[in-house]
């Protein structure tokens, strides 16, 4: 079993910058990507960012040199660097592990960028 818990989303202007975090834990393979998506209303789920073990890092076309993703000292950390923050940046924010063919889903925090 895995679990994931988010923390750092809220309430930010337009301009802002948020940081989130993701602690995984559970029986978790040192061989892994970990990731955040984001759902938003009248939206399709989309994949913001991704990192590999080796630190190999992806970003969707609407977040690239905004946001950042890295992984923390601590085992099975991640986290997003959100700068320069826009209204439709607004979404629950996922974060994600995947091993052996499998997801794991943490439970969300909202995000909400004020104009």
């Known amino acids: 079993q895995v679990q994931l818990v988010e923390s750092g989303g809220g309430l930010v202007q337009a301009g802002g910058s948020l940081r989130l975090s993701c602690a995984a834990s559970g029986s978790i393979f040192s061989i892994n990507t970990m990731g955040w998506y984001r759902q938003a209303p009248g939206k399709q789920r989309e994949l913001v960012a991704t990192?590999?073990?080796?630190?190999?890092?992806n970003y969707s076309d609407s977040v690239k040199g905004r946001f950042t993703i890295s992984r923390g000292n601590a085992k099975n950390t991640v986290y997003l660097q959100m700068n320069s923050l826009r209204p439709d940046d607004t979404a629950v924010y996922y974060c994600?592990?995947?091993?052996?063919?499998?997801?794991?889903w943490g439970q969300g925090t909202q995000v909400t960028v004020s104009s």
């Open positions: 990192i590999t073990s080796s630190s190999t890092t």
């Open positions: 994600i592990l995947t091993m052996a063919m499998r997801t794991a």
